[in-house]
């Protein structure tokens, strides 16, 4: 059995928020504590639907570096690199590409609901529909035994394990490595406006670098139920985005109970479950904030902490690609001196 690594990262388009913090981060703090753990910053990847625009990617790797530090990723212990200076990654994918048809990628369950939230139609980019494959080619570079996802992102994964399974069973011997899910213990978090998810795109999020008054505009400006008019009238849990806040920021599971039967029967205000919803927030996000101004204001420092892992990684996935091309009877020059 191959000692547990985790792949983990994100797709570089904007800051990252607390939907990002209670789904991922927060877990990836934890893990690296028992596990190798690689946090990869998708550039390539983010590159496959933002093509036309690669300064929203490429303008926002340091950001995201600079909210993993403040999330509490601490670079002793989680090695950080950056997708598009890992050479080996684009040369599996090409391989892995010809063990995968067209109408497999798209079946992916993931990829179609992305393609149709995007609106693609046949406009749709290739790199867009081939990453699916880019994804395994992570993966299986890292020798990555668990992928936290969300349960959207599951089918990602099967098709990761499929082209495993094809790739072995055509070299005849087990050169790579099968992935399991590690699924998150928090739903999706919905964005401010009660909308299904917060999204950079939509603007309704609480980022882990926002000022203590813009984090109490977005908390007072959240939606909660639309027939609570009076506090005395009976509110609805169900729906409400501060206490789906509530459910995955405070600390006092007990007291958020009590809040949600005294909203419910009558008698609690929006106004005061919001101050407490604030509160919470406050106190989490201002050591982040702290964090982060730190290590935005060294952008070089940043870049070095990046780049330092980033040569690790490529030690590993050079390392696996030679397997690969090993075992296809690609290595043509290795028995010369």
Do not use: W
């Not at 990002?20 to 703090?29: M, P």
């Not at 928090?186 to 950079?200: F, N, Q, V």
């Not at 926002?210 to 908390?219: L, N």
């Amino acid at each position: 059995m191959h000692n547990p690594v985790i792949l983990t990262g994100d797709r570089p388009t904007g800051k990252l928020h607390i939907g990002h913090y209670v789904g991922s981060l927060r877990q990836r703090v934890e893990a690296q504590h028992h596990y190798r753990q690689f946090v990869m910053i998708a550039d390539l990847q983010a590159l496959t639907d933002n093509g036309h625009n690669p300064a929203k990617v490429t303008d926002h790797v340091l950001e995201v570096m600079a909210d993993y530090l403040a999330a509490g990723l601490d670079p002793t212990k989680t090695t950080f690199c950056l997708q598009s200076a890992l050479p080996a990654l684009a040369e599996l994918t090409t391989y892995y590409l010809n063990l995968v048809s067209v109408a497999r990628l798209e079946r992916n369950p993931t990829v179609k609901a992305e393609i149709q939230q995007k609106g693609f139609e046949r406009s749709l980019p290739a790199g867009f529909l081939i990453y699916p494959v880019s994804q395994a080619a992570d993966i299986t570079a890292f020798r990555a035994t668990h992928v936290p996802v969300g349960e959207d992102q599951l089918p990602m994964l099967e098709q990761t394990n499929e082209i495993v399974r094809r790739f072995n069973t055509l070299v005849g011997k087990e050169v790579l490595t099968e992935c399991q899910p590690i699924l998150s213990d928090t739903g999706r978090l919905p964005g401010i406006d009660g909308k299904a998810k917060m999204s950079k795109s939509l603007g309704n999020t609480i980022e882990l670098g926002m000022s203590a008054e813009e984090i109490k505009q977005a908390v007072f400006a959240m939606y909660t139920d639309p027939n609570h008019l009076k506090v005395s009238d009976p509110g609805q849990v169900e729906g409400n985005t501060v206490f789906a806040y509530l459910d995955a920021f405070h600390p006092d599971k007990a007291l958020v109970a009590e809040m949600k039967a005294h909203y419910q029967r009558g008698g609690l205000g929006d106004m005061r479950c919001k101050q407490v919803l604030n509160d919470c927030l406050q106190t989490l996000l201002a050591p982040m904030r702290e964090r982060r101004e730190a290590a935005i204001a060294d952008k070089h420092q940043l870049l070095r902490l990046l780049q330092q892992g980033t040569e690790q990684a490529r030690a590993l996935t050079d390392e696996v690609l030679a397997e690969v091309k090993g075992a296809m009877g690609l290595d043509y020059f290795a028995g010369l001196n």
